[in-house]
């Protein structure tokens, strides 16, 4: 284990940090950050290790167990709050950032047959996705496919609202859209796609060894219409006349909840 202190923020590897607000370096270096001190530790326990860790003495010494188990390949750089705070994406720093490696994305010929698997088309609010993930490892659905109008999975926002999340799914990123959803239909996949004003979520769902391939769109833009068009099933919840939409986040873990309950 590796232990060093940083008391400049021109310190290269503070830089560095800084760089992974941006898209553009997570994807160059294929690196993310996650900056919380639940998330890091819950991360350990399911075998997730940091590749670094940029703490506080105050939250080191709170939470001896950040230190433990490291291998040498992993560094502890230690770092004054004043310099913590001003490297944060949060409006209260939690005093800790740790780096992990990006999983090595999965061919959609190689993801596991376990239904719903989720598509998600132009949700580009990355807390709105990070919630989807978090609901999406509670109701056992175990891979989440977004297109390229969609918020980055490892944007912080995203990481923030995944929560462990973050580790426990197979993420991948569709680089061509509809093409993908018709590859997956070659491979004996249903696409059901959430429309307004559709037939209501059927009260008897697929089973277990069903595979179904929820799509579900953004609030204001709904699903792009080349998808509608090539959906199995169209549907919608059920819901009263007062309320015109839901929240997609919202509206993606009342049908993961549905899907589980039937699996049951």
Do not use: H
């Not at 105050?58 to 950040?66: G, Q, S």
């Not at 709904?222 to 929240?247: H, W, Y």
Request: charged share 25%.
């Amino acid at each position: 284990m590796l232990v060093k202190e940083i008391t400049s923020r021109d310190n290269q590897y503070l830089k560095r940090l800084n760089k992974l607000k941006l898209k553009k370096y997570r994807d160059e270096l294929g690196i993310f950050v996650v900056e919380n001190i639940k998330t890091i530790l819950d991360g350990a326990k399911s075998g997730y290790q940091f590749e670094q860790l940029f703490v506080t003495q105050e939250v080191l010494d709170k939470y001896p167990e950040l230190s433990e188990k490291m291998t040498d390949k992993q560094e502890i750089f230690l770092v004054p709050k004043v310099l913590v705070k001003s490297f944060s994406s949060l409006e209260e720093s939690s005093g800790v950032f740790a780096i992990y490696a990006k999983p090595q994305e999965v061919a959609l010929t190689k993801i596991q047959n376990i239904s719903p698997l989720v598509y998600l088309n132009g949700v580009a609010d990355p807390g709105n996705l990070g919630t989807i993930l978090r609901s999406a490892a509670a109701f056992d659905a175990k891979t989440i496919i977004t297109d390229d109008n969609s918020a980055d999975f490892y944007n912080q926002k995203t990481v923030a609202a995944a929560k462990d999340a973050i580790f426990k799914l197979t993420l991948i990123r569709s680089k061509n859209g509809s093409d993908d959803l018709r590859e997956l239909q070659s491979n004996g996949w249903k696409i059901w796609s959430a429309v307004l004003g559709e037939k209501s979520l059927p009260k008897i769902l697929p089973g277990a060894k069903d595979k179904i391939c929820l799509v579900v769109g953004s609030e204001g833009s709904g699903i792009d219409r080349e998808i509608i068009a090539l959906s199995d099933k169209l549907f919608s919840l059920p819901m009263s006349d007062k309320i015109e939409s839901l929240n997609v986040a919202i509206a993606s873990s009342l049908v993961l909840s549905d899907f589980f309950r039937s699996k049951k």
